[in-house]
């Protein structure tokens, strides 16, 4: 069975501040998604990394897949009240997602 | 594009009832689609799949008896929540995908059962 870990799993930090947010597992995945979730929504669909060692970025979030595809990060730089959410990464198995625990980010203004 | 709807958004009933959830996918038909569960601060949990024309597919441990599934088109997928009871309360999102596109997920449902 392959699991996903997510640390931490709550992060309250300052405006303009940065945070990290780590997903391990001892399983190799061919791709893993990242998700931003707002109480009361649906997750939305932040990146899908494909490559080992790949980088993405989307403004002023960067997403890292690790070199032996067991493990990504998601990095904020000067977060923004509006950052304030739930974050999950997740897999795909034969199409069905499976999500990690999810880390609670507050950004206070 | 690529919008999903669920219906209602929100719903208090009282314990012994049973409760329809909608999903539509409103731009796009999807093949397959999904339903989850999420307790309070935890993560998203895995129900069921099912597709359009066929039995729903069950996570282990979903009673398919209580958490009954029905896909009758490419649009429109629906869960029913038979004889709920107070630990049936969630938020209830579900997904939907077409060939291999990544799942859009609707807005969920608050379901509170008194």
């Known amino acids: 069975t392959q699991l996903l870990e997510q640390s931490p799993q709550f992060l309250s930090i300052q405006e303009g501040e940065n945070l990290t947010v780590y997903c391990n597992s001892s399983s190799v995945f061919s791709s893993l998604q990242w998700y931003r979730q707002e109480p009361g929504e649906g997750p939305v669909l932040l990146v899908t990394v494909v490559t080992g060692g790949e980088v993405k970025k989307l403004k002023r979030l960067t997403f890292q897949f690790g070199d032996a595809r067991k493990d990504s990060s998601l990095h904020i730089t000067a977060a923004q009240p509006g950052d304030t959410g739930l974050y999950l990464c997740a897999f795909s198995n034969d199409y069905k997602l499976s999500f990690g625990a999810g880390t609670t980010v507050t950004v206070r203004a | 594009g690529a919008v999903v709807s669920q219906h209602p958004s929100w719903v208090i009933c009282k314990s012994g009832t049973s409760v329809k959830i909608e999903c539509r996918s409103l731009d796009f038909q999807a093949t397959t689609m999904f339903w989850y569960r999420q307790f309070p601060k935890q993560s998203l949990m895995l129900m069921a799949t099912?597709?359009?024309?066929?039995?729903?597919?069950?996570e282990q441990g979903v009673e398919k008896d209580k958490f009954l599934i029905n896909h009758a088109s490419l649009t429109l997928s629906t869960l029913t929540v038979t004889s709920a009871h107070p630990e049936d309360s969630s938020f209830y999102i579900c997904?939907?995908?077409?060939?291999?596109?990544?799942?859009?997920f609707g807005d969920g449902t608050r379901l509170s059962i008194l």
């Open positions: 997904s939907a995908m077409t060939g291999n596109q990544p799942q859009h």
């Open positions: 099912s597709n359009e024309g066929s039995k729903a597919t069950y």
